[in-house]
């Protein structure tokens, strides 16, 4: 790990969609767990911090275009060079179920693809949500290692629905022992109270917006929890002691708002 920006050249440049890339990395990450991150500099612009979409031997990043920064991040072509540093945070253990279901909303879908690779051999049940079938990103990854079940909210892929409603009756068929979740934390909040129902443990990755990436600032605060290093990975037991989980959120320089200003202030 390194906490000072150690430049990696692109090895290669994916366009999921046309809001979605995935950024190939010549260096690998050597130790990074599923659900960890790494702080991405564009010098000139920012730095932001990234989840690791690919571990298989090689190291990724996957970024869906919303600003200047991202804006930056789709420039870069096969030869560029960006700093990293990390990787960071508190990952999924993927040791921790027998029979495991992995939930994905949108874009959340990059930290888990890796976890679902590793979990190929227990073949977990694999929830994806997205408003169209244009929107997915990995569903051939996804459906090599377990089956897949699709929620649009138009109906133009699988169920007309959301991921969260599909995950109840998954459960109870499948007998899931531990659910893996990332997306909007409006759908995350539904899988802790489905999962907290059935009596069935929960990792949930949560989003805030940081700066330091190691725990120093607590601009990601939550509860008292720092998510670049207590997460972004949190446990069932950790969730239900957050008071702010699914309601509240910092901006840039810390004042608490609800979830709704947040995402309308990260747009």
Same mark, same amino acid.
């Given at each position: 790990m390194s906490d000072m920006p150690v430049s990696n050249r692109v090895r290669k440049v994916v366009e999921e969609n046309k809001e979605v890339k995935t950024i190939f990395l010549e260096e690998s990450m050597p130790g990074a767990i599923p659900g960890q991150f790494v702080m991405v500099w564009l010098p000139g612009t920012d730095e932001k911090p990234l989840a690791l979409s690919c571990l298989n031997g090689e190291a990724a990043i996957t970024v869906q275009r919303k600003g200047k920064f991202t804006d930056g991040i789709f420039r870069l072509k096969k030869g560029s060079y960006i700093g990293v540093r990390g990787p960071y945070g508190n990952g999924f253990d993927a040791d921790a179920c027998t029979k495991p279901c992995i939930i994905a909303g949108g874009?959340?879908?990059?930290?888990?693809?890796?976890?679902?690779? !590793? #979990?190929? !051999?227990?073949?977990?049940?694999?929830?994806?949500?997205?408003?169209?079938? *244009?929107?997915?990103?990995?569903?051939?990854?996804?459906?090599?290692?377990?089956?897949?079940?699709?929620?649009?909210?138009?109906?133009?892929? +699988?169920?007309?629905?959301?991921?969260?409603?599909? #995950?109840?009756?998954?459960?109870?068929?499948?007998?899931?022992?531990?659910?893996?979740?990332? *997306?909007?934390? #409006?759908?995350?909040?539904?899988?802790?109270?489905?999962?907290?129902?059935?009596?069935?443990? =929960?990792? #949930?990755?949560?989003?805030?917006?940081?700066?330091? +990436?190691?725990?120093? =600032? *607590?601009? =990601?605060a939550v509860d008292g929890y720092r998510v670049c290093v207590d997460g972004p990975v949190f446990s069932s037991k950790q969730l239900e002691k957050m008071t702010e989980f699914g309601k509240f959120a910092r901006l840039k320089y810390g004042k608490k708002v609800s979830l709704n200003e947040y995402y309308r202030w990260r747009e």
């Open positions: 874009v959340g879908i990059a930290p888990l693809a890796p976890l679902a690779e !590793k #979990l190929a !051999k227990k073949k977990p049940v694999v929830i994806m949500g997205a408003s169209n079938e *244009g929107k997915f990103i990995f569903r051939e990854r996804m459906e090599k290692v377990g089956k897949v079940e699709y929620a649009t909210d138009d109906g133009s892929c +699988g169920r007309k629905c959301f991921a969260s409603d599909m #995950l109840e009756g998954v459960v109870e068929k499948e007998g899931i022992d531990v659910v893996y979740g990332c *997306g909007p934390e #409006l759908m995350l909040k539904r899988v802790f109270e489905i999962c907290k129902k059935k009596r069935v443990g =929960c990792q #949930l990755s949560l989003e805030r917006y940081m700066h330091c +990436g190691f725990g120093v =600032c *607590g601009s =990601c």
